[in-house]
C-alpha cells in the first residue's frame, strides 16, 4: 500500500513538471490563412470577428450562406467575403455579387483575386506584389514597413498605415475606361496613378468594394499597431448597414465539401446518425 502510494506521488509530480515545462515553452503559432472564426491563429478572424461585433453599431453576424443564398436578403445589408483567392468564381457567384449590389446591398469583397469573369466586369485586374520572405523572419531581421495611403475624400482625411509587405500581397489595376469607380487607397510607392488596394464601385442601389489585401481582415492585422483604424475605414464603405460576413467560400468549408462526408453532413437524419 505504501509503494503505490508513492508510486501515484511520483507520477503526480511528473505530471506536474511536464505540466509547468510546457506553460513555460514559447508559443507556436500558424501562419497559414484560414479567415476562420474559430481560428486565433493570427490568420483566423476569431479576434478580427469579436472587435466588429462589439463595435459596429447596427449587428454583425458570421455565416456560412453563399452569395446565391444571400440574394433572398430582405433589408439591405453589408455583405463582408473575406478569402485568401477568388479565382474560381462561378458566373452565379459574379451574378449573385451584381443581383445583390443592384437591390442596394453594399459588397466588400476582400480577396487578392476575383476571378477573370469578376475583373473583367469591374474593369480592374490584381496581381502578385509584395516579399517572399515568411513574415516571421523578415520581421526578425528588422526589415521595414510598406506604406498604404488613404486618399481624402468627404468623411475621411489623408491618412498613412504602415504594414508588412507580406500582408500587402497583391495590388489592383484599374483600367482607364473602367465603369465609375473610387479608389480609396494604395501603396505609397506606386509609381502609375491607376493602381490601387482597394476601390468601391457605385452600382445600382448599392455598391461593390474590392479589397486585395486579405490578409489585413485577421487576427494579427486587426491588432497590428493602429491599423485597425484601416478596416474600420473600409467598413464605412458598408453604409451603417448591418454587417453579414460569409465564410462559405473560406479554405475550411472549401475543403469540407470535397469530402466523402460532406452529404452525410449536410442531411440531417444522416448527421444526427453518424
Same mark, same amino acid.
Given at each position: 500500500m505504501k509503494f503505490s502510494r508513492v508510486y501515484i506521488f511520483c507520477i503526480l509530480i511528473f505530471l506536474l513538471l511536464v505540466f509547468l515545462s510546457e506553460y513555460r515553452m514559447p508559443k507556436h503559432f500558424r501562419w497559414e490563412p484560414t479567415f476562420s472564426h474559430n481560428d486565433k491563429q493570427p490568420f483566423g478572424c476569431y479576434v478580427l470577428d469579436s472587435v466588429l461585433s462589439a463595435s459596429l453599431p447596427q449587428g454583425y453576424t458570421v455565416n456560412r450562406q453563399t452569395l446565391y443564398q444571400m440574394r433572398d436578403l430582405k433589408q439591405p445589408h453589408g455583405i463582408l467575403?473575406?478569402?485568401?483567392?477568388?479565382?474560381?468564381?462561378?458566373?452565379?457567384?459574379?451574378?449573385? @455579387?451584381?443581383?445583390?449590389?443592384?437591390?442596394?446591398?453594399?459588397?466588400?469583397?476582400?480577396?487578392?483575386?476575383?476571378?477573370?469573369?469578376?475583373?473583367?466586369?469591374?474593369?480592374?485586374?490584381?496581381y502578385q506584389r509584395g516579399s517572399s520572405m515568411p513574415l516571421v523572419q523578415y520581421a526578425k531581421k528588422g526589415f521595414g514597413r510598406d506604406t498604404i495611403e488613404w486618399f481624402a475624400d468627404h468623411r475621411y482625411k489623408r491618412r498613412e498605415y504602415r504594414f508588412y509587405?507580406?500582408?500587402?500581397?497583391?495590388?489592383?489595376?484599374?483600367?482607364?475606361?473602367?465603369?465609375?469607380?473610387?479608389?480609396?487607397?494604395?501603396?505609397?510607392?506606386?509609381?502609375?496613378?491607376?493602381?490601387?488596394?482597394?476601390?468601391?464601385?457605385?452600382?445600382?442601389?448599392?455598391?461593390?468594394?474590392? @479589397?486585395?489585401?486579405?490578409?489585413?481582415?485577421?487576427?494579427?492585422?486587426?491588432?497590428?499597431?493602429?491599423?485597425?483604424?484601416?478596416?474600420?475605414r473600409l467598413l464605412t464603405e458598408t453604409g451603417g448597414l448591418p454587417v453579414i460576413r460569409t465564410e462559405a467560400y473560406g479554405p475550411a468549408v472549401q475543403a469540407a465539401e470535397q469530402t466523402p462526408l460532406r452529404f452525410i453532413i449536410s442531411q440531417r437524419p444522416l448527421r444526427w446518425a453518424l
Open positions: 467575403l473575406i478569402a485568401d483567392d477568388m479565382t474560381e468564381m462561378t458566373k452565379t457567384d459574379v451574378k449573385s @455579387v451584381l443581383t445583390l449590389a443592384e437591390k442596394g446591398h453594399r459588397l466588400l469583397l476582400v480577396t487578392g483575386s476575383c476571378g477573370r469573369l469578376m475583373e473583367d466586369t469591374l474593369r480592374c485586374h490584381s509587405p507580406q500582408l500587402l500581397n497583391h495590388e489592383m489595376v484599374v483600367q482607364t475606361d473602367s465603369i465609375a469607380c473610387r479608389i480609396l487607397s494604395s501603396v505609397v510607392d506606386t509609381v502609375k496613378s491607376n493602381l490601387a488596394t482597394a476601390v468601391t464601385f457605385p452600382m445600382g442601389k448599392g455598391s461593390i468594394t474590392w @479589397v486585395c489585401t486579405p490578409l489585413i481582415f485577421t487576427n494579427f492585422g486587426i491588432l497590428d499597431a493602429n491599423n485597425h483604424e484601416y478596416i474600420f
